[in-house]
């Protein structure tokens, strides 16, 4: 993280206690109540602002990031996110499930549509709404990102929206890799969820392929943090 310290700061990064959605804002109530020693908070992202990739979730998940503060730690689909970064030298460390791990992302860098932990995982549109100066703020922030990897349709038409690009023209496709025009390259995978996996929808091998395509796509300049 040494030379970040040189970049501006985002003009907008939620405020522990953001409370732009009252409904997000009364389940991390809820769950500060039922699990005082967890997170409950708006999960800020992990790795470096001048990684060439950013990746793109959906929101913290209850037991993952919504309890140990890291994006997509600590549940099964930073079981495999992770993996399959360490695998394409993303990342660098073992992973271990905790936000004290000591894993390092390289070049890569990891944020959610939505920063606060949804009821079923599932935000409502004015949430998504809400939470998307916050993304656009991410993207602006980066002055080095070349590819942004959406994992699923929210997070997809979210980072469009953020670059003011209508979706219709880029619709979501896994495995795609849109060029869109003066922006970085958007990549489309199928969210790395449990359900996603024991539903067949994606398997370890068809995420595996995403990454070695963004790897092989990767802008011929780019930072190495
Ligand atoms: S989801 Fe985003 S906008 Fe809504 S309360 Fe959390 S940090 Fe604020």
Redesign the pocket.
Same mark, same amino acid.
């Given at each position: 993280m040494g030379r970040d310290r040189f970049l501006p700061r985002p003009p907008e990064a +939620?405020a522990h206690d953001?409370?732009?959605?009252p409904r997000?804002?009364a389940f991390r109530a809820a769950n500060h109540n039922d699990y005082p020693d967890w997170f409950n908070a +708006?999960v800020a992202s992990f790795g470096s602002r001048r990684a060439w990739l950013l990746i793109v979730g959906l929101?913290p998940g209850l037991r993952g990031a919504n309890r140990t503060s890291r994006p997509f730690t600590g549940d099964f689909a930073g079981d495999l996110l992770y993996a399959t970064l360490l695998r394409h030298g993303l990342a660098v460390g073992t992973y271990d499930a905790r936000a004290d791990d000591g894993l390092r992302l390289v070049g890569c860098r990891i944020t959610n549509a939505?920063?606060?932990v949804p009821p079923g995982n599932k +935000?409502v549109a004015a949430?998504v709404a809400?939470?998307r100066?916050?993304l656009a703020a991410e993207i602006r922030s980066m002055p080095e990102l070349g590819t942004i990897l959406a994992l699923g349709v929210l997070a997809h038409s979210a980072v469009l929206a953020c670059l003011d690009i209508r979706k219709r023209l880029y619709p979501f496709r896994h495995g795609a890799l849109h060029r869109l025009p003066g922006s970085p390259v958007l990549a489309d995978s199928y969210h790395c969820s449990r359900y996603n996996t024991q539903t067949g929808r994606l398997s370890a091998a068809m995420f595996d392929d995403v990454l070695a395509r963004i790897m092989l796509s990767r802008p011929p300049v780019a930072a190495t943090l």
């Open positions: +939620p953001c409370d732009f959605c997000l804002v +708006p929101a939505v920063r606060c +935000p949430e809400a939470c100066r916050f």
